[in-house]
């Protein structure tokens, strides 16, 4: 267990970012039916699709849209999506992974190296920045809800390996294939989470300024504004009034 430092990644803007509810609610469709495609169309069966339920409804995606995404993975003539990782360099050299789900392999390849392109940035090989960044479970929880030591001691409980607790909340990490056990044990003590994902968490970060975060930000605001486009990370370190000024903008 690390205790209680704050992780600041891309992932902490989410709350803020996901006004945007309708095109949230698309790419957890999206995710919900490539996962019911990719396996059985139940959730205690295929613990890919219980994990995308599990987030969608820590959005608050209504359990009729859930359905309907899981049955459209059963319709012939339905569109097959592939997953497809992307992995490069932003302004100040910080490490990006962007995660897509698309029926359109060249096409989306092509809108992720523009948008790379456009604010200075470059696409690497596969595994260029993923070495750096470690892929867990992760469980966002309000502040509100228990004092850093009070999560702690829960996660601990539960079974997670680590948890980060700062003003905008709490996150625990867990090994993936415990996410939904963990989840469903840290839920029972302090109601739904707020999220519940599989993330990449990076292992070191990159300093950088406030102009370079601000051009940082433009680029992963185009990528998520993409539709294959389902999760962008990146290894960024900022100080924390340029963190709150940033993040605010």
């Not at 997953?83 to 302004?91: I, K, L």
């Not at 789900?101 to 090989?125: P, Y």
């Not at 389902?230 to 009034?241: L, P």
Request: aromatic share 6%.
């Amino acid at each position: 267990m690390a205790g209680h430092s704050k992780f600041k990644n891309i992932q902490f803007r989410k709350g803020a970012q996901d006004k945007k509810r309708s095109k949230l609610f698309s790419k957890l469709a999206r995710e919900i039916t490539a996962a019911a495609k990719m396996g059985l169309p139940d959730p205690a069966m295929n613990p890919r699709l219980r994990t995308a339920v599990t987030a969608a409804r820590a959005q608050n995606m209504p359990k009729d849209n859930i359905e309907r995404a899981v049955k459209k993975s059963q319709e012939a003539g339905g569109a097959n999506y592939e997953e497809v990782r992307y992995e490069g360099f932003g302004a100040g050299g910080v490490g990006v992974i962007v995660e897509a789900l698309t029926d359109n392999r060249n096409r989306t390849a092509s809108e992720v190296r523009s948008i790379f392109s456009k604010f200075g940035g470059n696409l690497g090989e596969t595994g260029a920045v993923s070495f750096n960044f470690d892929r867990l479970g992760a469980i966002e929880f309000d502040a509100r809800v228990a004092t850093a030591d009070g999560m702690l001691e829960a996660a601990i409980e539960a079974g997670a390996d680590d948890v980060e607790s700062g003003d905008e909340g709490h996150t625990v990490y867990c090994h993936p294939d415990e996410l939904h056990q963990v989840a469903k044990a840290l839920e029972a003590r302090f109601g739904e989470p707020r999220s519940v994902q599989i993330v990449w968490r990076p292992k070191t970060e990159v300093p950088i300024d406030e102009e370079t975060g601000q051009k940082l930000l433009r680029m992963i605001d185009a990528l998520e504004e993409l539709d294959d486009v389902q999760q962008v990370y990146a290894n960024f370190d900022v100080a924390e009034d340029v963190l709150q000024r940033l993040t605010a903008a």
